[in-house]
């Protein structure tokens, strides 16, 4: 699977839409974008994922660039219970959930 | 159903002693994962389980670890003679075979002393 690059942290307003990049430069045709976060002391949550087309779900939207190289997920009004650290995973579109998670971005949601 | 459930929450063991962590899937996932996460970093996959067969293991699964999933249900993961290093936070996962998501438990952070 390829490998992803996020900013280690980034901090938005309360109300704010906050816009969280992530490089996937080696992604394959196949292979698809997940987006996960993590609160603390929790276990990693689902939010949303994309192929090629830009998709949106009642939690954010996922925008991924032509070339399928970058993509930003967008929380459209920040709450502060959005503070956690979100994942870009590259995963296969079939066969198992075996993903590889870097660092992750540290959202800071600020009142 | 109230998702995926592992227990302990919380272990603490002296370094040298064996621990066991079970996992209870979301009913009829037949697919459970378990990753383990340190300090800072992401969770890093240990193993995959489809019904009782383990058909994955991570390099980082030493002889040490052991995991089992007898009957498709649920599943253990345990680790014997735990060092410091294995303290973290173990994670399970489950999911359909043709299923969106992996939902993952809350975990359970193993500390050794």
């Known amino acids: 699977d390829a490998k992803t690059t996020q900013p280690p942290s980034m901090d938005c307003a309360e109300g704010r839409a906050a816009n969280l990049p992530c490089n996937h430069s080696t992604i394959s045709g196949n292979e698809y974008v997940y987006w996960y976060r993590q609160i603390h002391s929790q276990g990693p949550q689902y939010i949303i994922h994309?192929?090629?087309n830009n998709e949106t779900n009642e939690m954010a939207s996922l925008i991924i660039t032509e070339d399928r190289k970058s993509s930003t997920l967008i929380l459209p009004h920040a709450t502060l219970r959005d503070t956690a650290v979100y994942y870009c995973?590259?995963?296969?579109?079939?066969?198992?959930?075996?993903?590889?998670f870097g660092t992750g971005t540290r959202l800071k949601v600020l009142a | 159903d109230t998702g995926v459930s592992q227990n302990p929450r919380h272990k603490i063991t002296k370094r040298g002693q064996n621990v066991t962590f079970r996992c209870d899937p979301i009913?009829?996932?037949?697919?459970l994962y378990w990753y383990r996460q340190t300090l800072g970093q992401g969770p890093e996959f240990l193993t995959y389980?489809?019904?009782?067969?383990?058909?994955?293991k991570s390099r980082l699964l030493s002889d040490r670890f052991s995991a089992e999933r007898p009957k498709g249900s649920f599943s253990t993961l345990e680790i014997q003679r735990t060092e410091q290093g294995d303290s973290a936070m173990y994670l399970c996962?489950?999911?359909?075979?043709?299923?969106?998501?992996?939902?993952f438990g809350q975990g359970t952070r193993l500390t050794v002393v």
């Open positions: 996962a489950s999911s359909l075979p043709s299923g969106i998501e992996a939902f």
């Open positions: 995973i590259v995963r296969v579109g079939t066969g198992t959930y075996k993903y590889i």
């Open positions: 994309g192929l090629k």
């Open positions: 389980f489809q019904n009782e067969a383990q058909l994955e």
């Open positions: 009913s009829e996932h037949n697919r």
